[in-house]
């Protein structure tokens, strides 16, 4: 990942905003720490902060029906948390866990909202985020729903090192099983699998990646398409509309690196 990004944010959505606008957002504000397994939204309540991650990732996950609850999302670096203010509702409508702990950026929704109005470039950025976000939500829809379990946890375990920007962290069976949507049994069968093939070491949580592109290989076409979507959403040169300004052809620019800083 390019250096800039790091010096300037450490979050790629905010290192695609121009310095104004980042400062605009972020203010004097210092990056607070996420822990480990600390809740930061519930379905139904009220949206307080926004959230850009920089090392650690937030699990999203769904209502659950007689207990059972599932994944369908993962924000890190390169993403945000709060995607509804986008859209002027103030309401959450999954449940948000810390899966991974780390340094994130935490706008103030209030102050969040009034950014958007006052810098049009930051909603132009991150509207092009929400078109990602809602695109892999419909792509977890149709991988629940069709992609066999073994195939389902490789592409989670790989989204999960690119957003824990290691290839070995901490993943709680529990966890497993909300990322799959099945039992525990069915996450021990499939990590057992993985593990036969050498491609991951699995052991009391603690979980190694031994085989990236091995892993590619094994998981299901979501993990790829997911990342097209990315690089083609901040890649594209022209504005869906047919026209940006000069501003946010810089903005696109530095997000072709964030698509290229991504997909490594
Ligand atoms: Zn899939």
Same mark, same amino acid.
């Given at each position: 990942?390019?250096?800039?990004?790091r010096?300037?944010?450490?979050?790629?959505?905010?290192?695609?905003?121009?310095a104004?606008?980042?400062?605009r957002?972020l203010?004097g504000?210092a990056?607070?720490n996420?822990?480990?397994?600390?809740t930061?939204?519930?379905p139904?309540?009220r949206?307080?902060? $926004?959230?850009?991650?920089?090392e650690?990732?937030?699990s999203?996950i769904t209502?659950g029906?007689d207990?059972?609850?599932?994944?369908?999302?993962?924000v890190?670096?390169e993403?945000?948390?709060?995607?509804?203010?986008?859209?002027?509702v103030n $309401?959450?409508?999954?449940?948000?866990?810390v899966?991974?702990a780390?340094?994130a950026w /935490?706008?103030d %929704?209030a102050?969040f909202?009034?950014?958007?109005e006052?810098?049009?470039?930051? /909603?132009t950025t991150l509207?092009r985020y929400?078109?990602?976000?809602?695109a892999q939500?419909m792509?977890?829809?149709?991988?629940?729903r069709?992609h066999l379990?073994e %195939?389902r946890?490789?592409?989670?375990?790989?989204m999960?090192r690119d957003r824990?920007?290691?290839?070995q962290?901490h993943?709680?069976?529990?966890?497993? %099983?909300?990322m799959?949507?099945?039992?525990?049994v069915?996450?021990?069968s499939a990590a057992s699998?993985?593990?036969r093939r050498n491609?991951i070491?699995?052991?009391?949580g603690?979980l190694?990646?031994?085989d990236?592109?091995?892993?590619?290989?094994a998981a #299901?076409? #979501?993990?790829?398409?997911?990342?097209?979507?990315?690089?083609?959403t901040?890649?594209k040169k022209?504005?869906?509309?047919?026209?940006h300004s000069?501003?946010?052809t810089?903005a696109?620019?530095l997000a072709?690196?964030?698509?290229s800083a991504?997909s #490594?």
């Amino acid at each position: 990942m390019p250096q800039l990004k790091r010096a300037t944010a450490g979050n790629l959505l905010l290192a695609a905003m121009s310095a104004e606008e980042r400062g605009r957002l972020l203010g004097g504000e210092a990056p607070i720490n996420m822990t480990f397994s600390e809740t930061l939204g519930e379905p139904g309540g009220r949206i307080h902060h $926004v959230y850009f991650p920089i090392e650690g990732f937030i699990s999203l996950i769904t209502p659950g029906v007689d207990r059972a609850q599932l994944e369908i999302g993962l924000v890190g670096s390169e993403g945000m948390l709060g995607v509804p203010l986008l859209l002027g509702v103030n $309401v959450s409508p999954l449940r948000a866990l810390v899966q991974g702990a780390g340094r994130a950026w /935490r706008v103030d %929704a209030a102050t969040f909202t009034q950014s958007l109005e006052s810098h049009p470039g930051i /909603r132009t950025t991150l509207n092009r985020y929400l078109y990602v976000f809602v695109a892999q939500l419909m792509q977890t829809a149709t991988c629940t729903r069709f992609h066999l379990v073994e %195939a389902r946890l490789a592409r989670w375990l790989l989204m999960t090192r690119d957003r824990a920007h290691s290839s070995q962290f901490h993943v709680t069976h529990e966890f497993l %099983a909300y990322m799959l949507g099945v039992r525990r049994v069915g996450v021990t069968s499939a990590a057992s699998a993985l593990q036969r093939r050498n491609l991951i070491r699995y052991n009391r949580g603690d979980l190694a990646i031994l085989d990236v592109r091995g892993l590619e290989r094994a998981a #299901c076409s #979501c993990y790829a398409t997911d990342k097209k979507i990315y690089s083609r959403t901040f890649t594209k040169k022209t504005d869906r509309a047919g026209s940006h300004s000069v501003g946010q052809t810089a903005a696109m620019k530095l997000a072709g690196e964030i698509a290229s800083a991504i997909s #490594c």
